[in-house]
């Protein structure tokens, strides 16, 4: 099982398809996923791949996902994130203009489970 960060911009919300610009041959069904709100804010939610990534007429590359837990309201904020040594050195910090999805760790996801635990 492979760990995913999606981000998208404030406002957006998390819609139950996610685009996948690349990475499309690595992501599978099962597969955690971290959802990302630029501008400074952080991890908002939670969830899973829920199936393989599919060629949309209008959208483009899509993939299904199930939202586990989200907590807009109350995020991990990215400068708590990037203060963590488990997570600091991140794709999603490293190149935060790189299109999604982004690529996690073991190390970084279980850094994101202990900053989301409670959420």
Known sequence: MAHWIF???????LDPRRCVKRYR????AGDDI???????????????????PELDAEAGWTAPITLLRVFPEAPVPR????ADPDFADSAILRMPGAASP?????T??????????GR
């Open 7 to 13: 981000q998208s911009k404030p406002g957006t919300g």
């Open 25 to 28: 041959s690595r992501i599978a």
């Open 34 to 52: 971290a959802f990302w709100q630029t501008g400074g804010v952080g991890l908002v939610g939670l969830g899973a791949i829920a199936g393989p």
């Open 79 to 82: 400068a708590a994130l990037l």
């Open 102 to 106: 982004f690529p996690v760790t073991g």
């Open 108 to 117: 970084e996801w279980a850094a994101i489970l202990r900053h989301t635990a």
